[in-house]
């Protein structure tokens, strides 16, 4: 029921933010088939729950995980480390995914 209400909604109105957008801010990139993350980022805070609540939002619409940007899953599993997703249900099912 959510995942259908979040399919219509990004169909009506086309979302701001998008998941590849993140990439800079946290660090992330994909070269030679592999995901990495650069230790210095130019951002004060990475934003690692950001990150992984929209990511949740895109597991819930689709019931998997989207294969792009490439870096997801790396990045993914950077920020449920980092503790980021305080919601233990939203945490357990993002690990689920991966």
Known sequence: MLGQAL???SSRL?????LDAYGV???ASWSKGTAAL?????????AWEEFALLTYLELEARKKLPKEPKWLRRTLKEALEQDAVVDATIAANLRAAL
């Open 7 to 9: 399919l219509q909604a």
């Open 14 to 18: 086309r979302p701001i933010i998008k």
């Open 25 to 27: 801010r946290l660090g």
């Open 38 to 46: 650069q230790e210095n980022v130019d951002t004060v805070e990475r």
